[in-house]
């Protein structure tokens, strides 16, 4: 369809107060969309049905579905136009909001010096007024992050989110998966090459080793990568890719209960760091460092390259694959405000200040569509 019509047709659903999600994921020019033909809430706990999962940071709250079978499927092309948004710059007129954000992350660092705690990821949410329709938001996040998983979920019953993460949690081919270990956050000034502190480089080497020693008991393959340099929108951070082979054990579902949510939006041990969050911090984030995605899709396979077997279709195979993400750089949306959620890793070694300063700087990949 017409990138018009696509857009037509996720308007409509918002209108008429249909369910839908919208989305691209990182690096593709298809967008693509699930629109709910009923405005029932469908949740999932086997993940085994196909469909859009969303799900909360606490897992004892629902994870949403949009069933695959109770939906049209839409998708389109879509041609980035340039967007020529300002370079939002931060302001620091919100002085309570800082206060209570340097008391959070204090508390927390000195629970992880008398505590268990290892490290913990303290987030706080900021609501900025704004009259701009979702679709357009929408549609600025695609022109800006074109690295980034980038969507629009909407139902009645639950709320209007929109987003564009750059963390993968799982992808999933047949057997086949990779995830990531992201951590570690400085500004983008012009270069990849940086210099990480060991704070950030000991944050994103928990993260590696908790996903890495977790999945063992899953998997035949695993190997990870060296921890690299990459960049969303105006920010780096550390990033190792961990990819392999699932065993014939392995269920999604527990693989999903292993990972998430993992020390890069939780913290180590987990279960501490968890009820850390939810005693301290003094706001539900729902979705936010939930996850989100594509759940057992059927998808042909284009793997086999050689030539008489791509033209020859009874070898095409057809596969399920998974993408989900976890549901970072995201807002809110209700009526003239967006909510927006950020939040930082904390260890031992953390500074107040700084960490409430990278919350700013990550607040503004969404203010800048915003504005
Ligand atoms: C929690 C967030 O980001 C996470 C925390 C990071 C960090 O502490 O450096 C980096 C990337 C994410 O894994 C967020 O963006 O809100």
Not at 27 to 39: D, G, P, W
Not at 239 to 255: D, Y
Request: glycine content about 4%; hydrophobic content about 35%; some cysteine.
């Amino acid at each position: 369809m017409t990138s018009e019509a696509f857009f037509e047709h996720i308007t409509n659903q918002l209108v008429s107060e249909s369910p839908f999600v919208a989305y691209r994921k990182p690096n593709e020019q298809e967008v693509k969309a699930l629109l709910q033909k009923n405005s029932n809430v469908y949740s999932t706990s086997e993940f085994t049905e196909s469909g859009f999962v969303f799900a909360p940071f606490n897992d004892k709250e629902k994870t949403i579905l949009i069933p695959l079978e109770q939906s049209e499927f839409v998708s389109s092309a879509y041609n980035i136009s340039e967007e020529n948004l300002k370079e939002t710059t931060p302001n620091d007129s919100s002085s309570d909001e800082k206060q209570k954000h340097i008391t959070l992350v204090q508390k927390g660092i000195e629970a992880i010096h008398k505590s268990n705690l290892q490290k913990v990821v303290l987030s706080r949410c900021e609501s900025i007024s704004s009259k701009q329709h979702p679709i357009a938001i929408f549609k600025k996040l695609l022109n800006t992050y074109h690295t980034a998983f980038v969507y629009c979920w909407y139902h009645p019953k639950i709320g209007l989110w929109l987003g564009a993460t750059p963390e993968t949690l799982l992808k999933t081919e047949g057997n086949r998966f990779s995830t990531m270990a992201l951590a570690g956050t400085q500004n983008y000034s012009g270069t990849l090459n940086v210099n990480w502190q060991s704070k950030e480089q000991d944050e994103q080497q928990y993260v590696t080793d908790f996903i890495v020693k977790n999945l063992k008991a899953s998997v035949d393959s695993i190997y990870q990568s060296k921890p690299a340099t990459i960049k969303a929108g105006n920010l780096l951070h550390l990033q190792t890719k961990i990819t392999g082979l699932f065993n014939k054990q392995s269920s999604f579902k527990s693989v999903l209960k292993t990972l998430h949510p993992t020390p890069a939006v939780c913290g180590l041990p987990k279960e501490d760091a968890k009820q850390f969050i939810l005693q301290n911090e003094t706001y539900n984030r729902e979705f936010y460092t939930g996850f989100l995605g594509e759940l057992n899709l059927k998808e042909k396979s284009t793997r086999n390259t050689n030539k008489r077997n791509v033209e020859n279709n009874a070898y095409a195979t057809v596969k399920t694959v998974s993408n989900l993400y976890v549901n970072l750089r995201c807002m809110q949306l209700n009526n003239s405000a967006a909510t927006i959620y950020i939040g930082g890793g904390i260890t031992k070694d953390s500074n107040s200040e700084e960490e409430w300063q990278e919350t700013v700087y990550k607040s503004l990949i969404m203010k800048k569509v915003l504005q």
